[in-house]
């Protein structure tokens, strides 16, 4: 059990918008930065948004992301079907873990 | 350019001890703020962190792990080792470290490969 929650998954068809939630409490999404992973099949997490918005050089525009109180968003717009992937919210929590979300799975239909 | 890669047995038994390396390049780690972690994904699951430690050797542990997981690091030779002890089955998973450039983002901007660990008799 994950102590942020995540959709298990999401779909569009290609060239729509998707969002996908991560919901946790004041304890960690309330009170820190979250960031927002994607995991391709059988490679490693890559770095999508950091300190809720913020992309790292390389990273399309196509993909944003906001925080409201204890929940964040991650937003897809033109999708692709090389965005088909495994997508992870996390974040510090007050007991000083790193704390991820369960997962979502995008399916681009 | 900044990688990361890591390195161990690709089996282990239950009951003993495993010791992961992680071996970075393109950054130091006595640079202020930055942070070396590692997190673990068993197999067609969610990622899970594990430890992390700073720039200043401050170092932090996965409360549900950290009875069973030591982190160090080696600052010249780039290097961050992971030891967690009393290996079980249920610990097979894809190890991972990855480097955090600001303890407080707690992002990790770069990530290893993975080394897959599998725990059986």
């Known amino acids: 059990q994950s102590v942020l929650t995540q959709p298990p998954s999401v779909s569009a068809a290609p060239g729509q918008k998707v969002t996908i939630s991560c919901s946790g409490s004041?304890?960690?999404?309330?009170?820190?930065?979250v960031s927002w992973y994607q995991q391709l099949p059988g490679t490693a997490p890559k770095l999508l948004i950091y300190?809720?918005?913020k992309r790292p050089s390389g990273i399309p525009d196509r993909f944003s992301g906001s925080k409201s109180g204890t929940s964040a968003t991650l937003g897809i717009t033109g999708l692709q079907t090389g965005d088909e992937a495994d997508y992870y919210c996390?974040?510090?929590?007050?007991?000083?873990?790193?704390?991820f979300g369960g997962g979502t799975k995008l399916t681009v239909l | 350019q900044v990688t990361l890669r890591e390195s161990g047995p690709a089996l282990v038994k239950p009951t003993q001890t495993l010791t992961l390396t992680c071996t970075f390049s393109?950054?130091?780690?006595?640079?202020?703020?930055?942070?070396v972690s590692w997190i673990r994904q068993p197999p067609g699951k969610a990622l899970e962190w594990l430890a992390l430690i700073d720039w200043d050797d401050d170092k932090y542990y996965s409360t549900s792990l950290k009875t069973r997981l030591t982190i160090s690091k080696d600052t010249s030779k780039n290097q961050v080792v992971l030891t967690m002890t009393n290996m079980d089955p249920v610990d097979t998973a894809t190890y991972y470290c990855?480097?955090?450039?600001?303890?407080?983002?707690?992002?990790?901007?770069?990530w290893g490969q993975g080394t897959m660990v599998t725990v059986s008799s």
């Open positions: 393109g950054f130091s780690l006595s640079t202020s703020g930055m942070c």
């Open positions: 300190d809720n918005n």
């Open positions: 990855a480097r955090i450039p600001f303890l407080q983002s707690g992002a990790f901007d770069i």
């Open positions: 996390g974040t510090w929590d007050s007991s000083l873990d790193v704390v």
């Open positions: 004041s304890s960690n999404i309330g009170n820190n930065y």
